[in-house]
């Protein structure tokens, strides 16, 4: 386990790259000159960094409009990456830090052993006073350059390291009430406590051409790392010192979401963040009654509805009978045998519950 002092910090492309598409330096010697004194000062810090589609697609590209074609990004990538890389390893040199790429995959945290290999990598290169530098395995993987969106990697990088901070770091100055492109009197939300369905409705599209992500992929990952027990705030990279600010919990500056008091397991966590949902389990009264009041497990008799194509161990989200989401736990039956399989659908050791409260 990584020290009790970890800070996870995301910038996404819009804000690591120019108006041409090349890497912006300033931003992130700006960054690197923050990280540094977090380092120095004893705090572990782990960069999850955007932009290797975008800055290889520059040098590939030459003026070309970005193409959508999977295989075509992952080729970009494949560019993209060691240029980003030597523009994080440049703007460390002044400090005498070094960089360590780390790229992470679904696999990494769909399965346990890798999901604690990836830990330990992790934690050897804090060791080591290496500042680890992660991003999504695109060369490799058309699932994340399709659907994923490196907020939600930081978060689970931000629970797998059990930092005490997540700092996502955009083009914005945080969540605001209104699009600011279509609400000219659109402010600042401070601090949220909870991310319930009027804050999600704040959210809009990317703002950006070159992100993936956008406000609503940042509160996703807002809420997986406040029920983690982790501190999230969304905030300007560009500003002066903004990883300094965010740590010290700068007044007015961007957008804090307080952490949950009860934190979730390490366990728990993965069950709940990290693995994929491959089927729907929905319940009546009384089975939801057992597990959220009770504390029991989730017996068979209790399910009226099954969907999805799943396998024994795999995870399920659990359903209220109104289609509500209340937990997600991992299935000792499959789809397939369900009815011939224990009467015990999920073991209260493997079911988190998440509804909102």
């Given at each position: 386990?990584?020290?009790?002092?970890?800070?996870?910090?995301?910038?996404?492309?819009?804000?690591?790259?120019?108006?041409?598409?090349?890497?912006?330096?300033?931003?992130?010697?700006?960054?690197?000159?923050?990280?540094?004194?977090?380092?120095?000062?004893?705090?572990?810090?782990?960069?999850?960094?955007?932009?290797?589609?975008?800055?290889?697609?520059?040098?590939?590209?030459?003026?070309?409009?970005?193409?959508?074609?999977?295989?075509?990004?992952?080729?970009?990538?494949?560019?993209?990456?060691?240029?980003?890389?030597?523009?994080?390893?440049?703007?460390?040199?002044?400090?005498?830090?070094?960089?360590?790429?780390?790229?992470?995959?679904?696999?990494?945290?769909?399965?346990?052993?890798?999901?604690?290999?990836?830990?330990?990598?992790?934690?050897?290169?804090?060791?080591?006073?290496?500042?680890?530098?992660?991003?999504?395995?695109?060369?490799?993987?058309?699932?994340?350059?399709?659907?994923?969106?490196?907020?939600?990697?930081?978060?689970?990088?931000?629970?797998?390291?059990?930092?005490?901070?997540?700092?996502l770091l955009t083009d914005t100055d945080g969540l605001l009430t209104a699009d600011p492109r279509l609400d000219a009197n659109a402010t600042l939300i401070e601090e949220v406590t909870s991310i319930?369905?009027?804050?999600?409705?704040?959210?809009?599209?990317?703002?950006?051409?070159?992100?993936?992500?956008?406000?609503?992929?940042?509160?996703?990952?807002?809420?997986?790392?406040?029920?983690?027990?982790?501190?999230?705030?969304?905030?300007?990279?560009?500003?002066?010192?903004?990883?300094?600010?965010?740590?010290?919990?700068?007044?007015?500056?961007?957008?804090?979401?307080?952490?949950?008091?009860?934190?979730?397991?390490?366990?728990?966590?993965?069950?709940?963040?990290?693995?994929?949902?491959?089927?729907?389990?929905?319940?009546?009264?009384?089975?939801?009654?057992?597990?959220?009041?009770?504390?029991?497990?989730?017996?068979?008799?209790?399910?009226?509805?099954?969907?999805?194509?799943?396998?024994?161990?795999?995870?399920?989200?659990?359903?209220?009978?109104?289609?509500?989401?209340?937990?997600?736990?991992?299935?000792?039956?499959?789809?397939?045998?369900?009815?011939?399989?224990?009467?015990?659908?999920?073991?209260?050791?493997?079911?988190?519950?998440?509804?909102?409260?």
């Amino acid at each position: 386990m990584m020290s009790s002092r970890s800070v996870v910090v995301k910038v996404g492309t819009s804000s690591v790259t120019n108006g041409e598409g090349g890497v912006d330096t300033d931003v992130l010697h700006s960054l690197a000159a923050d990280i540094s004194q977090l380092h120095e000062s004893g705090v572990r810090v782990v960069l999850v960094t955007s932009g290797a589609i975008t800055a290889g697609w520059t040098d590939v590209g030459r003026g070309a409009p970005r193409p959508s074609a999977p295989q075509v990004l992952q080729a970009v990538s494949a560019v993209g990456q060691p240029l980003l890389m030597s523009a994080w390893r440049d703007a460390f040199a002044p400090y005498g830090i070094l960089v360590g790429q780390v790229l992470l995959a679904p696999l990494d945290f769909a399965h346990r052993g890798q999901y604690l290999q990836a830990r330990g990598t992790l934690e050897a290169l804090g060791d080591l006073g290496v500042i680890a530098i992660v991003n999504e395995n695109d060369a490799v993987s058309d699932e994340e350059i399709r659907f994923g969106d490196n907020d939600r990697l930081a978060a689970l990088t931000a629970n797998l390291v059990a930092a005490e901070l997540l700092v996502l770091l955009t083009d914005t100055d945080g969540l605001l009430t209104a699009d600011p492109r279509l609400d000219a009197n659109a402010t600042l939300i401070e601090e949220v406590t909870s991310i319930d369905h009027d804050v999600e409705l704040l959210a809009g599209k990317s703002g950006s051409d070159v992100g993936s992500g956008g406000m609503s992929s940042k509160l996703a990952a807002a809420r997986m790392a406040t029920w983690s027990g982790i501190r999230a705030i969304i905030a300007p990279a560009r500003a002066t010192t903004p990883i300094l600010r965010a740590v010290d919990d700068d007044t007015g500056f961007g957008t804090t979401f307080h952490a949950r008091t009860e934190r979730l397991s390490a366990r728990k966590a993965w069950i709940a963040f990290a693995l994929p949902t491959l089927g729907h389990f929905t319940l009546n009264d009384g089975a939801i009654r057992a597990i959220e009041k009770d504390g029991r497990s989730l017996l068979r008799i209790g399910i009226e509805h099954v969907t999805g194509a799943f396998e024994e161990g795999d995870a399920v989200e659990i359903l209220d009978p109104a289609g509500a989401l209340v937990a997600k736990g991992l299935t000792r039956v499959s789809a397939e045998s369900f009815d011939q399989g224990d009467d015990v659908a999920v073991h209260r050791d493997d079911l988190v519950l998440l509804r909102r409260s």
